[in-house]
DNA sequence: CTTGGGATGGTCT
DNA sequence: GACCATCCCAAGG
């Protein structure tokens, strides 16, 4: 398995501008350990959340106890719930000049697994299983015990760089919020849109 | 294909 | 009591 050989990423990619991480978490593969099965996923579209500059972002209004994950540690993860349904994943990432960050990563597509992710998802329509971020953490068996847990380590929840060549990468406004769409701090690989 | 509304619950005002 | 970094399904074109 080429993923099981892929090396961990460390702390140093975290610890840079929220933007550019989001972009370069592109292509990195996530692996879940889920009772005994191994799921492996592939970021294909991403999302910045600054600090207080970011009227967006959680972390904009301060720290509360909901988000203070993105205040903590980079590489680990950031679990909210969200709509009464569904949680998202992010990975908390920041350079020293900020306080709190995070990128939510809005799509993966399967890499193994994918029996195990469409009984979780009660979904069997592969177009759907994992493109959006509420729907990959469902596939991925992703909850709030993963909140703050590191992701830099193997483990139930860990990302490893398969080291891709570099695709093309779209560049849009975020999505699903209401200010700060001036920004251009989605990025997507090619697929749709 | 697109649109619109309901479900659902934690967090913050 | 209002928001939400959402999803699903049903109805309409």
Excluded at 4 to 10: E, G, M, T, V
Excluded at 171 to 178: A, D, L, S
């Amino acid at each position: 398995m080429q993923f099981l050989d892929a090396p961990l990423i460390s702390p140093s990619f975290y610890f840079r501008n929220t933007v550019d991480v989001a972009r370069d978490l592109l292509g990195k593969v996530i692996v879940r350990q889920y009772n005994g099965k191994r799921l492996i996923a592939r970021i294909i579209e991403t999302e910045a959340y600054c600090s207080d500059n970011d009227q967006a972002s959680h972390a904009f209004r301060g720290k509360t106890k909901r988000n203070a994950a993105m205040f903590g540690p980079v590489g680990h993860a950031y679990v909210y719930f969200v709509y009464g349904n569904h949680f998202c994943l992010n990975v908390v990432a920041r350079d020293l000049d900020n306080k709190a960050g995070a990128v939510l990563i809005r799509a993966v597509e399967t890499i193994e697994g994918i029996e195990v992710m469409k009984a979780l998802r009660k979904q069997s329509n592969l177009k759907h299983l994992t493109d959006g971020p509420g729907k990959l953490t469902q596939a991925l068996a992703i909850a709030r015990e993963h909140n703050g847990s590191s992701l830099m380590k193997k483990g139930e929840l860990y990302l490893v760089d398969p080291n891709e060549k570099p695709e093309k990468i779209l560049i849009t406004p975020r999505i699903g919020i209401k200010v700060g769409r001036e920004v251009l701090w989605r990025f997507c690989l090619e697929k749709k849109e």
